[in-house]
């Protein structure tokens, strides 16, 4: 699957027996229709607070695409007093999130525990991904 932002081939991550796509290059991630909900240990019922929020504009961001039917996607922002905005397939393939915006929704949206390790998963895959790069730059 490519991504939505860049184009590059993402790759397969599993956690919790949930496949994650992860594009190496902007640290985004798609999670297909209802894997945020296993993700997040939540009932599908109790995701609701997970939209209707407003979403931020984001100055010059391209439309982006689902990568599964390349219909363009709609954005939509969490509830919280500072909602994280992320991409919603209309079709209902399933979420994109910037580098960092799971591991926000993560951190405030799930069941007791499970975000904690959620977010302190994602901050390693970032934290290698920032040492890795500031390792090429050196070079």
Known sequence: MR???DKDEMIILEYDDVEIDYCV???????????LELLLGVEESDAVVLSGGTP????????RRCPICRKPMAKEATQADHPVTYDRCPKGHGLWFDQGELAEVAEFR????KGEQLAAFLGELFADESADQQEDDKS
């Open 3 to 5: 991504c939505p932002v």
């Open 25 to 35: 290059r902007c640290g985004g991630i798609w999670l297909d229709e209802s894997e």
């Open 56 to 63: 931020a504009p984001a100055p010059g961001e391209k439309k």
């Open 110 to 113: 799930s069941a007791p525990g």
